[in-house]
């Protein structure tokens, strides 16, 4: 009988260290992402590393605890590029914005971050958040150019102005977007 196919993943991913995402059995967030440094029957061994790329120590754990194993995958792609860049991810370039004193302070904030490359995790009515570029601004709406954790262009809506309730810029997640979403756009 041929070697499991588990074993060939992890062999691959130890011998050119690919990045592969490993679940566990019973465990909601129990999901990592690295590459394999060493395995036996027992045991796996892997180089673990955060959302945004940076190395985050090893893991030891038991064969019979994997659930499943992603690899050759999207995910896998985009956190190599976050592994290779993640020093980029650190530099946290100087943007300014001016504040005014108005009751629409929205709008000028806004107003700041249109049709620029800075992306804008826009708090919508105290709750939920959208992460994009503002391509538009009127008097009571906007667009947004949306863009997903993983840097996928997810398209464009439209908010009523009124409805942001906060606004974040240049976040380690917003430039983690923004990288990604460019490595995406570059390797179309």
Do not use: P
Request: aromatic share 10%.
């Amino acid at each position: 009988m041929s070697e499991s196919i588990l074993f060939e993943i992890l062999k691959k991913s130890k011998e050119n260290k690919e990045i592969i995402g490993i679940w566990k059995y019973n465990e909601d967030d129990g999901f990592w992402a690295g590459y394999v440094k060493d395995y036996n029957e027992e045991l796996v061994t892997i180089q673990h590393y955060t959302k945004y790329g940076k190395s985050d120590g090893i893991i030891i754990e038991r064969i019979e605890n994997i659930k499943s194993v992603d690899f050759d995958d999207d995910y896998a792609k985009a956190m190599q590029c976050l592994i290779d860049y993640s020093s980029e991810l650190d530099k946290d370039e100087k943007f300014e914005l001016e504040l005014n004193n108005d009751e629409e302070w929205q709008t000028g904030i806004l107003k700041q971050l249109e049709g620029t490359d800075r992306i804008a995790r826009l708090e919508i009515n105290g709750s939920d958040y959208f992460s994009g570029f503002i391509t538009k601004l009127s008097e009571s709406d906007l667009i947004l150019h949306c863009v997903g954790k993983m840097g996928e262009d997810e398209g464009t809506v439209i908010y009523r102005i009124e409805d942001v309730t906060a606004v974040r810029v240049n976040d380690i997640e917003n430039r983690k977007r923004v990288m990604l979403f460019k490595w995406r756009k570059a390797s179309l």
